[in-house]
């Protein structure tokens, strides 16, 4: 659902379904992800950096040309 919001442009909407679904199931690797990818589109590059190394720890595997964006930041 949240990804629908995103894609309409709601990204503000998107951040607090992905939060909401990260409250229901910590640890829910893609959300991090999508999370992590949304801020980096916003500029906010501490957040974009803390949700990847969530998406990581959480074993969400991360294709190679995304990994080297974030591991610039």
């Not at 229901?24 to 957040?47: F, S």
């Amino acid at each position: 659902m949240a990804h629908i919001y995103y894609e309409s442009g709601d990204i503000d909407k998107a951040i607090e379904l992905y939060n909401q679904a990260l409250s229901i199931k910590t640890g829910y690797p893609k959300a991090y992800v999508n999370l992590a990818i949304i801020y980096l589109q916003r500029e906010e590059y501490h957040r974009a950096k803390e949700n990847y190394k969530k998406a990581l720890k959480a074993g969400y595997d991360i294709e190679p040309g995304l990994r080297d964006i974030f591991d610039r930041l």
